[in-house]
């Protein structure tokens, strides 16, 4: 039934890609070195840690900034992060960033182009702007070009809009720089990511790399009350992700978990809360918690809600990328050679340009 949807779809898809290769739409290439971080498909590739590995890459180097659309925020147009983390007006995305990266500017627009104007006029001109689910916003064109695809849900399984996830049809993957396998296991055997390869089908002069997670120590989200993290055997899981199974296998591999899930980005209603509430107090176990991700954290730091689950063991699991190793290169060597290099060039071009000037 939804086949003839995708075929509507596809050809809105394919008409607006024929726009930007025949120049009626226009990709314009920034004068700041950006990275941008997308994927082909809905949600669910690992875009936050992510865009939070890049972040900690370059930001000790480089006046780094960071760009979002600012998901599900209840303001409009460009609006810069004040030392405030507030996901009603940042989104949650960007307000996690904001709390943990104090160090990096943190905006959020709707037009990232419009967007990337703002930073550079701004009081601290970024040398570096990592875009965040930008790989369909084709307005720009990013210097580092970054694709992501799940492990467990590869776009090359994938199918275009309505009958599956794709937002385009896979050979969008040819825009991209970088393509990284993320949530891949931890062991990865060399003839699995063979095959990978096989069928991501990328052409030579784009890298590839796999990643998996790394999850960190419980951390407490209100002040630290009751059962211990690490030894509680019961787990209430509260999330608001695209796809939790991940997290939900590593919790679980020691404790019983009860999964209350919600759609990626949700704002929590008190009601809800509230539920969540009574679901905790009748697990039946002297040792238990409630755990939450650090995006989904950043919502519930929200007075109403946070107010409603003061004096309750609830704890954010933080989370990292790490990659698997390459035998002639690394992401994190690529990465930084290529914002150095940009850089080079366009402090070059400036100073061409004012001489000429001149």
Same mark, same amino acid.
């Given at each position: ?58 930001? =000790? ?127 990865? =055997? ?37 059962? =211990? ?10 999330? @608001? ?26 704002? %929590? ?61 690394? %992401? ?25 000037? @001149?």
């Amino acid at each position: 039934m939804l086949f003839p949807l995708s075929m509507w779809y596809g050809i809105g898809v394919m008409l607006r890609n024929l726009m930007f290769a025949l120049g009626i739409k226009r990709e314009t290439a920034p004068h700041v070195t950006t990275i941008g971080v997308g994927n082909l498909s809905t949600g669910g590739t690992g875009k936050t840690p992510m865009t939070e590995h890049l972040l900690r890459l370059l930001s =000790d180097d480089y006046a780094t900034a960071f760009l979002s659309r600012g998901y599900k925020r209840r303001t409009k147009g460009f609006v810069l992060a004040d030392g405030e983390p507030d996901a009603g007006r940042l989104g949650d995305e960007a307000a996690m960033v904001a709390a943990k990266f104090p160090g990096v500017t943190v905006a959020v627009c709707e037009q990232r182009l419009a967007g990337i104007r703002r930073l550079m006029q701004g009081e601290h001109r970024p040398d570096v702007v990592v875009l965040d689910d930008v790989y369909q916003h084709r307005q720009v064109k990013p210097t580092v070009n970054i694709l992501l695809t799940e492990y467990g849900r590869p776009f090359f399984r994938d199918r275009i809009l309505p009958f599956g996830n794709l937002r385009e049809f896979r050979s969008a993957r040819h825009r991209a720089n970088i393509v990284i396998v993320t949530k891949c296991p931890e062991k990865l =055997d060399p003839v699995t990511k063979h095959n990978i390869l096989l069928d991501l089908r990328v052409r030579n002069t784009q890298k590839v790399f796999f990643s998996y997670l790394e999850y960190g120590q419980p951390q407490p989200l209100f002040d630290p009350v009751g059962a =211990d993290p690490e030894g509680a055997s019961h787990v209430l899981l509260l999330c @608001g992700i695209a796809n939790p199974r991940p997290l939900v296998d590593h919790v679980g591999k020691n404790r019983t978990v009860v999964l209350r899930q919600f759609p990626d980005h949700h704002a %929590f209603t008190a009601k809800e809360i509230l539920q969540v509430v009574q679901d905790f107090e009748a697990i039946e176990a002297d040792s238990k918690i409630i755990l939450t991700t650090e995006k989904d954290a950043a919502r519930l730091r929200a007075p109403q809600q946070a107010e409603l689950l003061q004096g309750l063991p609830v704890y954010q699991l933080p989370v990292q990328v790490r990659f698997h190793p390459q035998h002639d290169y690394d %992401f994190d060597t690529c990465i930084r050679s290529s914002v150095k290099e940009n850089i080079t060039f366009l402090h070059s071009l400036h100073t061409a340009m004012n001489t000429f000037r @001149g």
